[in-house]
């Protein structure tokens, strides 16, 4: 772990770095002037006393004394640091010697005769100071001073001076351990000092640090003494300011942050539009009623709430004018609930509402109480005044109700039978309804219907529309339509699923693959060299109509595959058309720039429809078969045939007679003047594979 210096430890090592280094050289200086001065005065005092004993000698040497030198030499080792003295011949011949020394040769080694000569040791200094004598030839008739130059000096031996530097070197050691110690304790005050001085000094700094720190881990109500002045009172007051105004934000961001939780887990359990509680919230209650239900026996209700004529006022007001309707039902709903009850949208126009202990006979007066108030209100748009019902399907919370998805799931097919029946109606559910029976069997389809799509169980076949007057040219006119293979292998005709198809909104699925079906065929009709050229009728739903999806994805089609519009004539419903008259015109016209043509299929189930033909921009008109099966026996229906032949005349359409099943309906349209005839007395319909074949 690598070790991290703080302001304190850098400022006190700030102060002591330049002390420890000026004391660490002045004790090197001063040790080494100490050193050089005991080495030097040692020298000095040596050549001394050998300077001095040579001339001392000059005698002994002379005269040949060994006693004199002897004691001459023992008064000169009472000097301390002397180890031995010794006194030599001219030759170099020892001649007296005191204390220790190891000596040399002096004449042997050529040493200077007219100076002291030092040999230096590691532990001592010897030295050899030569003795010499000096004559002087005196002339009895000269004068003093003529006689004294005439002088000559001889050298007669040598001193020897061995000195000892022990003595020396423990004063150098010493004075090296008293600077040592005084270095240590003048840096033992000096970092004493240091440590006052940079405690005063970061005291304050360390006071900010450490509150900076605080507040950088959300401390926010930490502040600082300021107790500095200058630049750290500034720093002092500017952080202290920070951290008020970091407090002051902090409150507000957690206002926001706690009214946006708030709301968050509002949003979660409720419905944006009408404030009531969404789906999830009241499947997670009615779950908690069921699960009471089951575990003290108690009992309560769920009504399944649909709107009536919902769609019609979303459609011709638009969607605000939807919204603010949903808005204005919530408010009404909520009025009329009991404290312990749940209301909830679901979705679109669906409500649900749990009653809590509440039997079943009591929620249908509760219900029934709702759907009077809905049936009062009356909603006001701009200049226009809308009155709705209310559709409730009901189902009873015991212990033997299944699941919270089987609740929900009765409760929706009980409101579907309601609507069924008239509308503006409470239905109970009861598992031996009929209605209910018929209603699951519609779903059932939906199901088969899938898995038939996605399996690729659909099938086209193909029936001939004939000519009445017999006449026919190198193309023919023909109508596709749809079959369904079971599970079995046995077709299944269209009106056996066709509605549940339509109720429950997989028409758009079924229109689509019979799209992309007959292109297939057309191309392939197109391809084959000796075909007869062919007119395919397709039948169009009106949910398809009404997609802007699947309009766009025709279109598309077409203009990828332009050879094939001048031979599909697509076959719309006089209620699909009528409904959608903008839709279906503008449509029409779009396909017409491919070379489309158009059929209005199943027409004269009503004499209002007459109204609308002249809007509608159709080739073909096919009179509704409920009409023409029994036309030979009922002069009503062939009143109602003759009169739609004859408007389609006056409009310019042909006209085709569906549902013909014998020759006497063949030989009365034919007197009619009808245009066109299909049926199983005409042509029954065959496999889609004979008419590529």
């Not at 240590?184 to 720190?213: D, E, K």
């Not at 709107?307 to 459609?315: G, H």
């Not at 389809?445 to 040219?473: F, H, K, M, N, P």
């Not at 489309?596 to 199943?602: G, K, P, V």
Request: proline residues 2%; glycine residues 8%; negative net charge.
């Amino acid at each position: 772990m690598a070790f991290t210096l703080g302001i304190r430890g850098r400022v006190i090592g700030l102060a002591m770095v330049p002390v420890a280094i000026i004391g660490v050289l002045l004790l090197f200086q001063l040790i080494a002037g100490k050193i050089d001065d005991l080495d030097q005065s040692l020298r000095t005092r040596a050549v001394a006393i050998a300077r001095q004993l040579a001339p001392a000698a000059e005698y002994g040497v002379a005269s040949g004394n060994i006693e004199v030198l002897q004691t001459l030499l023992e008064k000169a080792a009472i000097e301390p640091d002397i180890r031995g003295v010794a006194v030599f011949s001219d030759s170099g011949e020892w001649l007296a010697q005191v204390g220790l020394g190891t000596w040399t040769n002096p004449r042997h080694d050529g040493l200077p005769a007219d100076r002291i000569h030092e040999i230096e040791y590691s532990d001592r200094l010897v030295y050899y100071a030569p003795i010499t004598r000096t004559e002087v030839k005196i002339d009895d008739y000269l004068n003093d001073a003529a006689a004294a130059s005439d002088t000559q000096t001889r050298l007669i031996g040598w001193v020897g001076l061995d000195v000892s530097r022990d003595a020396t070197m423990r004063s150098q050691r010493d004075a090296i351990l008293k600077s040592l110690a005084i270095l240590l304790l003048g840096m033992i005050v000096s970092l004493y000092l240091a440590w006052r001085i940079g405690r005063q000094i970061t005291r304050p700094i360390l006071a900010l640090s450490h509150a900076v720190s605080r507040i950088g881990e959300g401390h926010l109500d930490e502040r600082v003494a300021q107790t500095g002045q200058a630049e750290l009172g500034m720093l002092q007051h500017g952080v202290n300011h920070m951290a008020a105004h970091l407090q002051a934000a902090q409150g507000q961001m957690q206002e926001k942050i706690d009214q946006a939780t708030a709301r968050l887990v509002y949003q979660a359990s409720h419905d944006a539009l009408t404030g009531l509680i969404n789906r999830r919230e009241f499947e997670q209650r009615l779950e908690r009623l069921l699960q009471s239900a089951v575990q003290m026996g108690r009992e309560h209700a769920l009504c399944y709430m649909d709107l009536d004529q919902f769609k019609v006022i979303n459609d011709s007001c638009g969607h605000a004018a939807g919204d603010e309707l949903l808005r204005q039902l919530a408010l009404l709903l909520k009025s009329n609930l009991r404290e312990r009850d749940t209301l909830a949208r679901l979705g679109g126009d669906e409500f649900a509402l749990l009653l809590e202990n509440c039997s079943l006979d009591d929620a249908v007066q509760v219900a029934d109480l709702f759907r009077a108030e809905v049936q009062r209100f009356r909603f006001k748009w701009g200049d226009r005044i809308f009155a709705i019902g209310i559709s409730v399907g009901m189902v009873a919370i015991t212990r033997d109700s299944g699941t919270a998805a089987n609740l929900l799931s009765a409760a929706d097919a009980a409101c579907y039978v309601a609507k069924d029946r008239g509308r503006n109606q409470i239905h109970v559910y009861e598992s031996c309804d009929l209605d209910l029976v018929r209603h699951r069997g519609e779903m059932q389809w939906v199901a088969r219907i899938q898995r038939a799509i996605e399996e690729g169980r659909l099938r086209l076949a193909w029936q001939e529309i004939r000519r009445t007057d017999g006449a026919s040219g190198r193309s023919r006119h023909i109508e596709l339509l749809l079959r369904m293979v079971g599970e079995d292998g046995k077709l299944i005709l269209p009106m056996a699923f066709i509605p549940a198809a339509e109720r429950y909104f997989v028409m758009l699925s079924l229109d689509t693959w019979v799209i992309a079906e007959t292109l297939r065929v057309c191309r392939d009709q197109l391809a084959a060299k000796d075909a007869r050229p062919c007119l395919f009728g397709v039948n169009l739903s009106g949910a398809s109509l009404k997609d802007p999806a699947f309009r766009d994805m025709l279109l598309t089609r077409l203009q990828a595959e332009p050879a094939v519009g001048p031979h599909l004539c697509f076959e719309i419903t006089e209620t699909a058309a009528i409904g959608n008259l903008t839709v279906v015109n503008g449509f029409i016209e779009a396909l017409r720039g491919f070379g489309c043509r158009f059929a209005l299929d199943d027409f004269g189930s009503g004499l209002s429809s007459f109204n609308y033909l002249k809007n509608l921009s159709v080739d073909y008109l096919k009179i509704d078969g409920a009409f023409v099966r029994d036309i030979v026996t009922h002069p009503v229906d062939r009143a109602m045939v003759e009169a739609v032949h004859r408007i389609g005349h006056l409009l310019g359409l042909k006209t085709v007679a569906e549902y013909v099943e014998c020759d006497a309906t063949l030989a009365l349209l034919r007197e009619m003047g009808v245009d066109y005839v299909q049926g199983n007395g005409v042509h029954a319909p065959e496999d889609i594979e004979t008419l590529c074949g």
